[in-house]
């Protein structure tokens, strides 16, 4: 019983979902957006594999939105990473100690689980006639270290959906 309960912890901290912050542009009335493009040099920091597969995921996602991409965009998109090693918090601690009137002690650590890459994906929208940032989304997330192409797909999918779920930004009508 005891080791369900262990694995069931596992598989829980296993299981973190990112994290996503938002910024926009508070005077741009975004409902005039209708059509997007993506940047010719989008996607510093990634493979050539990993932009096809975000630049499809946004795009299924904005269409969804009812927007259309455009050879004459209202915006342009643009998408970078950033990728770290990620802490290992994921350990069992072997220990032996000894007593009496002289301390002795021998400490150690065994990782668990796959080593994982803490990931930073940014997207951002620009205004396609003033070349203004008007809207930004940054998500924070782990990646296993070795994943197949299909694991890859699985993990920008629930990424982008993620950040695209603060686009267009509600805005909040203050009364006067």
């Not at 004459?72 to 100690?97: C, H, M, Q």
């Not at 203004?132 to 797909?153: C, H, Q, Y």
């Amino acid at each position: 019983m005891k080791l369900i309960k262990y694995l069931f912890l596992l598989l829980l901290v296993s299981c973190s979902s990112s994290k996503v912050v938002y910024d926009y542009d508070s005077k741009v009335d975004f409902t005039t957006y209708k059509t997007f493009n993506f940047f010719d040099d989008v996607g510093n920091g990634l493979n050539e594999l990993d932009i096809k597969r975000i630049t499809r995921e946004l795009t299924v996602g904005l269409q969804q939105k009812g927007m259309k991409l455009s050879e004459t965009p209202d915006i342009y998109i643009n998408f970078l990473s950033k990728e770290k090693e990620a802490i290992r918090r994921n350990s069992i601690g072997v220990g032996i100690g000894g007593g009496g009137n002289v301390g002795f002690g021998i400490s150690g650590g065994i990782p668990i689980g796959a080593k994982k890459v803490n990931q930073q994906l940014t997207v951002d929208f620009v205004e396609s006639k003033s070349n203004d940032l008007i809207w930004n989304g940054i998500a924070n997330s782990e990646v296993k270290e070795k994943t197949s192409p299909e694991e890859r797909l699985m993990h920008y999918k629930k990424v982008i959906t993620e950040i695209l779920n603060g686009y267009p930004p509600n805005k909040k009508k203050t009364s006067k």
